[in-house]
């Protein structure tokens, strides 16, 4: 029988993850699950209780939270051969979107018991490692300005959307060089982004195209952009309907690396962060995650 960590987060969700947390027990303990419910403290706690895990012999390593928590839990995990499971119950869940796990409880629940485990690569932006997508420009605008709209707001959704409106009416076009294995090319950016996921920023589906276990990123460059048409570009990156635009730049990659005046700072799984100059490269097979089972 396998044995379950779960390294919880009630803070996660504007706070709404405590009873989802409690239900997930109670369903655990009905169905004689061997877990363990551990739950973070303060940041960075997710990879020090995932790190004990790990070494304290646990089959599965079960973040539940959103997608900071995740990240945080999967530090602890990279490069070993224990699984990551997610139930999601944050914010944004974007990697939980990709790997195609939803935030019903029960759900979820069950893909975390009888799904199936799959190899997924990692990512790394200078230093730092990243599970999802990583990223500069307009996205780490949106979330500057977000952070400062959280406390007169009530939900962090809200926040999000008036980040991006600010960030809109303040647009930054960044003189950017991106060198691939390939060569070098010269664009005036609004964003770029790199990853093994899909989605961001909440369910903006940018890199429509990822597969997480090909040993690729995927790279999203949005350039020469002006507001009027940024408006209207904004609806097609949620939906993921951007491909083959004039201002979208799209390639497949192991590494690329950026140079942008004015400098900006990146984000990296939703965390701002130093950035550019930045070098983003895969980390291939970085991961073990239990997933829906394919159809």
Do not use: W
Not at 36 to 58: C, D, M, S, W
Not at 214 to 239: N, Q, Y
């Amino acid at each position: 029988m396998e044995r379950y960590c779960l390294i919880a987060n009630r803070t996660s969700g504007s706070g709404s993850a405590g009873a989802y947390i409690d239900r997930v027990k109670f369903m655990l303990e009905a169905r004689g699950v061997d877990f363990e419910i551990r739950e973070t403290q303060y940041p960075g706690h997710a990879t020090e209780l995932a790190k004990a895990a790990v070494a304290e012999g646990f089959d599965v390593i079960v973040t539940v939270g959103g997608d900071g928590t995740l990240r945080e839990t999967a530090m602890g995990v990279v490069h070993t051969d224990r699984i990551l499971g997610l139930l999601p119950c944050g914010t944004g869940n974007d990697y939980a979107r990709a790997v195609g796990i939803p935030t019903d409880a029960e759900t979820a629940l069950d893909i975390l018991l009888h799904g199936e485990n799959k190899v997924v690569d990692a990512g790394m932006a200078n230093d730092q490692v990243f599970f999802n997508i990583a990223g500069f420009g307009f996205d780490v605008d949106v979330l500057d300005y977000t952070e400062k709209f959280k406390p007169k707001c009530r939900n962090g959704e809200t926040a999000y959307r008036l980040g991006c409106l600010k960030a809109v009416l303040g647009l930054k076009l960044r003189k950017t060089t991106l060198t691939f294995p390939d060569g070098s090319i010269e664009r005036n950016v609004l964003m770029a982004a790199a990853g093994v996921g899909t989605h961001f920023g909440g369910g903006m589906n940018v890199l429509p195209e990822s597969d997480m276990s090909d040993g690729l990123l995927d790279v999203c460059i949005a350039h020469d952009v002006t507001r009027l048409r940024l408006l209207s570009l904004l609806p097609k990156f949620i939906k993921g309907k951007h491909l083959g635009l004039p201002v979208i730049t799209y390639r497949k990659t192991t590494e690329v690396s950026v140079v942008c005046d004015p400098v900006s700072r990146i984000e990296v799984d939703g965390e701002r962060m130093d950035g550019t100059p930045v070098t983003f490269r895969v980390l291939p097979g970085a991961l073990t995650i239990r997933a829906p089972k394919k159809n």
